[in-house]
């Protein structure tokens, strides 16, 4: 059932609809949060449930949404431990040898890829905030409850992993402009 | 060179495999979670909550009025004492699912009570809709000619009602704390309260109000810190309307 400005959804129906229309959504940026598709649907379904597990009815589709997309960003650096461990035998996963790159961009994008897996929970967490949902340092603090200090260095420390890491450019060359 | 442009597009570009989402488990998933849970707690755990507490907690005496949130309180730190010793498992019923439970449905009194000379107010200023939340705040003044020194509970118990009856209350989580309270004649504390709108009566099918006028009220309970001035009592506001839009 659709909410209209004087019939407030059931929620059950404001789940349905929020995974028909904005599931994808989600579950792209529980994919880039975490780094890999078995967390991501974890976190997706676990925010799900922990937003619309609490009584209270009224959600709309957009304030659900940005519910559910905290509670991911929540759920995942609270298993900062378990993404650490992933972490750990991520490159195992991986598939250099296999990977023969046609072309320098190609080549870039797995380096990349490569790289963002290496990352720490909050620096991942800060980076793909910063890039993907386009906040700035001040918003990524706010939705962090953090200290804008503490998202630039974040970032910084993100960025000099990834520049060493890519062996291909200096900190100073990556991503320097944190807005 | 990988610079900002790379590392945005490599975000924005990159595939993502597919995945599914269980609109069914998760439905399924959320009504347990609604539901009143059991929670088993080792006596360690209750005294760590109990020690949480703030000590003239104990003096909160069990009434049918007093706040959720003395009540809480009073039965942990009771659970400590009667355990104290004891390493055996011990379960209770989670707070903020009894608190909604013994208060669903109450019939929520009409008439304000201002005990020792304390006034409770209920500002919760519009619109407000009927699919969403309220929010406000709670002042307790001292009206009387005489300081007022005691504890309450943290947080203000806020009830809508409809003919009386509680549909919707407030707070819905388990808060197990006190603060005290030195009121000078004529001053006042504020507290900050939201109350979710919803109809708590038929919450398995959806809980929906309808838009409309109800009343809100307050109330808070308060515990003298001199036993000698006189025992725990409610303060209570006196019911005012809200339009549900």
New interface residues.
């Given amino acids: 059932m659709a909410?209209t400005e004087?019939?407030?959804?059931?929620?059950?129906d404001v789940?349905?609809q929020l995974?028909v229309e904005r599931?994808?959504a989600?579950?792209?940026y529980?994919?880039?949060i975490s780094g890999n598709?078995e967390d991501?649907?974890d976190l997706?379904?676990d925010a799900?449930?922990k937003t619309?597990?609490?009584?209270?009815?009224?959600f709309t589709i957009a304030s659900a949404e940005a519910y559910v997309r905290r509670a991911i960003l929540t759920t995942y650096l609270d298993r900062g431990r378990r993404i650490s461990r992933w972490r750990k035998i991520a490159h195992l996963t991986g598939e250099p040898e296999m990977q023969e790159s046609p072309d320098a961009d190609t080549e870039?994008?797995l380096?990349?890829?490569s790289q963002?897996m290496k990352l720490r929970p909050r620096e991942r967490a800060c980076?793909?905030l910063r890039?993907?949902e386009d906040l700035k340092v001040d918003d990524i603090a706010e939705t962090l409850q953090i200290s804008s200090g503490a998202v630039k260095r974040y970032l910084s420390d993100a960025l000099a992993r990834?520049?060493v890491g890519?062996d291909?450019?200096g900190p100073h060359?990556?991503?320097?402009?944190h807005g | 060179?990988?610079?900002?442009s790379?590392?945005?597009s490599?975000?924005?570009d990159?595939e993502?495999?597919a995945?599914?989402?269980?609109?069914d488990?998760?439905?399924s998933?959320?009504k347990?979670?609604?539901r009143p849970r059991q929670f088993a707690v080792g006596a360690v755990g209750v005294l760590a909550a109990a020690s949480l507490v703030f000590a003239g907690v104990n003096t909160f005496p069990r009434t049918g009025d007093l706040t959720a949130a003395s009540i809480m309180a009073e039965e942990s730190s009771t659970s400590a004492d009667s355990d104290a010793g004891a390493d055996t498992a011990e379960s209770y019923r989670a707070p903020d699912q009894e608190a909604?439970a013994e208060t669903c449905g109450a019939i929520i009194p009409s008439t304000a009570a201002s005990p020792y000379g304390l006034a409770l107010e209920l500002d919760l200023p519009g619109p407000v809709?009927?699919?969403?939340?309220a929010f406000g705040t709670v002042r307790l003044t001292n009206t009387s000619d005489a300081a007022v020194t005691g504890t309450t509970a943290a947080v203000p118990d806020v009830n809508l009602t409809r003919d009386s009856v509680s549909i919707s209350h407030s707070p819905?989580a388990q808060i197990l704390s006190v603060i005290p309270v030195n009121l000078q004649p004529g001053q006042s504390i504020e507290f900050a309260v939201s109350l979710?709108?919803?109809d708590?009566t038929t919450?398995d099918t959806?809980?929906?109000?309808e838009?409309g006028i109800y009343t809100a009220s307050t109330s808070l309970a308060f515990v003298p810190s001199d036993p000698e001035v006189g025992e725990a009592a409610e303060v209570r506001s006196s019911p005012s309307t809200i339009v549900l839009?």
């Fill in positions: 909410e004087n019939t407030p959804a059931r929620w059950e789940v349905t995974v599931g994808s989600l579950t792209r529980a994919y880039l598709r991501a649907s997706v379904h799900l449930v619309f597990g609490r009584l209270r009815n009224g870039t994008r380096d990349l890829q963002l980076l793909v890039y993907y990834m520049a890519l291909r450019a060359d990556l991503g320097s402009n | 060179m990988a610079d900002d790379d590392i945005r490599h975000l924005v990159a993502t495999p995945i599914e989402i269980d609109t488990a998760i439905i998933r959320s347990a979670r609604r909604i809709t009927a699919s969403g939340s819905d979710a709108i919803y708590c919450i959806g809980g929906m109000v838009p839009q």
